[in-house]
Nanobody
Framework: QVQLVESGGGLVQAGGSLRLSCAAS????????MGWFRQAPGKEREFVAA????????FYADSVKGRFTISRDNAKDTVYLQMNSLKPEDTAVYCC?????????????????WGQGTQVTVSS
C-alpha cells in the first residue's frame, strides 16, 4: 500500500504561481512513477505531468508545458508541481498518483494509488 497526501492548493490570480506537494508513505520503495492529474467540474480527469521515480525523467501535457514543472525529492518521498503563469482554465482539483509498474504515463489506469486532491482556483 502507498498513501498519498497533497497540499499547497489555493486561490491565485491569473499569472500567479502555486506549488503543490504530494507526500508518499507506506511501500514507497515500490513506486515506479508519480503523476499529477486534474479534474475540473463537468470534465474528465486529465493528465498534467509525470516523473519517473528513479531516473527523474519528466513528461508534460501540452497545455502546461513551459509553465509547470514536476520534481521529486526521493529522500522525503515527495513530489512537487510548480505551477507558473497560471490561467483560469487551470482551475481544477489536482490529484497526485503513484504507479508501481511501467506503463503509459498519461493514462489514469497506469496508476494504482491516488491522493484525495487539492483545489486550485485561478481568478481572472
Amino acid at each position: 500500500q502507498v498513501q498519498l497526501v497533497e497540499s499547497g492548493g489555493g486561490l491565485v490570480q491569473a499569472g500567479g504561481s502555486l506549488r503543490l506537494s504530494c507526500a508518499a508513505s507506506g511501500r514507497t520503495f515500490s513506486i515506479y512513477r508519480m503523476g499529477w492529474f486534474r479534474q475540473a467540474p463537468g470534465k474528465e480527469r486529465e493528465f498534467v505531468a509525470a516523473i519517473n521515480w528513479s531516473t527523474g525523467i519528466t513528461f508534460y501535457a501540452d497545455s502546461v508545458k513551459g509553465r509547470f514543472t514536476i520534481s521529486r525529492d526521493n529522500a522525503k518521498d515527495t513530489v512537487y508541481l510548480q505551477m507558473n503563469s497560471l490561467k483560469p482554465e487551470d482551475t481544477a482539483v489536482y490529484c497526485c498518483a503513484a504507479g508501481l509498474r511501467p506503463g503509459v504515463f498519461r493514462l489514469v489506469n497506469s496508476y494504482e494509488y491516488w491522493g484525495q486532491g487539492t483545489q486550485v482556483t485561478v481568478s481572472s
